[in-house]
T-cell receptor, first 114, second 110 residues
Framework: EAGVVQSPRYKIIEKKQPVAFWCNPI?????LYWYRQNLGQGPELLIR????????DSQLPKDRFSAERLKGVDSTLKIQPAELGDSAVYLC????????????FGPGTRLTVL | SQQGEEDPQALSIQEGENATMNCSYK?????LQWYRQNSGRGLVHLIL?????REKHSGRLRVTLDTSKKSSSLLITASRAADTASYFC??????????FGEGTQLTVNP
C-alpha cells in the first residue's frame, strides 16, 4: 500500500513569493490534515478535511494561507506571500476515520524562506 | 484544544537499557496515541490505547494508561540505537482534533 505522498520535498524561496505544497493521501482515506512543524516542536494542525469539506481550519492563518481539496482526494496548501517566519516543515497526513484514529504522515516539505 | 505534556523533555540511555517516557493530559479522552519521529522515517504511529484499556503491548513497546491520574507511559525495552527519535503522545477527544506536544527526545547511545 502506498503511503502519503508529498511534493516537493524541499523548497527555498525568497520572502513575498508564493509557494504551494501538494499532498496525495492514502487511497480510501477520507480525512486529510495539514500540519506545520517548527524546529524542536511538535506538529501544529493547520487544517483538517473530511472529504472535500474543511471541518477544522481555526489554526490556519487565512490572510496568507489557503488550502483546497478538490474531489476529496489530493490537496494543495498555498502561502501567498511567504514570510520569513513561515520557514518550517509542512506535513500532510491522512486517516480512514474521523479525527481520533491513526494518522499516517507523509515525509513533509521543508520550506526555507530567505 | 490542549496538548499532552511529555516528560522528560530529553532522555539519554545506553543501548540495551529500557526507556520510559511519560505523558499527562487534562481532559477526558477517547484514546491516546504515541508517535515517533526521526529523520530517516518521518512521523510514524506506534500504538493506540483506548480509554477503557489499561495496558497495551506491541513488540518492545508497552503503553499504560491511567485515566484516574490522566497519565500515560511508554516503555521501550532493550533499546537500540535505531530507537533514537522524538516521541510524542497525542490524545483524541470527541471533536476529533489530535494535538501534539513538544515530545521527548530519546538518544540511545551504542
Amino acid at each position: 500500500e502506498a503511503g502519503v505522498v508529498q511534493s516537493p520535498r524541499y523548497k527555498i524561496i525568497e520572502k513575498k513569493q508564493p509557494v504551494a505544497f501538494w499532498c496525495n493521501p492514502i487511497s480510501g482515506h477520507n480525512t486529510l490534515y495539514w500540519y506545520r512543524q517548527n524546529l524542536g516542536q511538535g506538529p501544529e494542525l493547520l487544517i483538517r478535511y473530511e472529504n472535500e469539506e474543511a471541518v477544522d481550519d481555526s489554526q490556519l492563518p487565512k490572510d496568507r494561507f489557503s488550502a483546497e481539496r478538490l474531489k476529496g482526494v489530493d490537496s494543495t496548501l498555498k502561502i501567498q506571500p511567504a514570510e520569513l517566519g513561515d520557514s518550517a516543515v509542512y506535513l500532510c497526513a491522512s486517516s480512514s476515520e474521523q479525527g481520533t484514529d491513526t494518522q499516517y504522515f507523509g515525509p513533509g516539505t521543508r520550506l526555507t524562506v530567505l | 484544544s490542549q496538548q499532552g505534556e511529555e516528560d522528560p523533555q530529553a532522555l539519554s540511555i545506553q543501548e540495551g537499557e529500557n526507556a520510559t517516557m511519560n505523558c499527562s493530559y487534562k481532559t477526558s479522552i477517547n484514546n491516546l496515541q504515541w508517535y515517533r519521529q526521526n529523520s530517516g522515517r518521518g512521523l510514524v504511529h506506534l500504538i493506540l490505547i483506548r480509554s477503557n484499556e489499561r495496558e497495551k503491548h506491541s513488540g518492545r513497546l508497552r503503553v499504560t494508561l491511567d485515566t484516574s491520574k490522566k497519565s500515560s507511559s511508554l516503555l521501550i525495552t532493550a533499546s537500540r540505537a535505531a530507537d533514537t527519535a522524538s516521541y510524542f503522545c497525542v490524545f483524541g477527544t470527541s471533536g476529533s482534533r489530535l494535538t501534539f506536544g513538544e515530545g521527548t527526545q530519546l538518544t540511545v547511545n551504542p
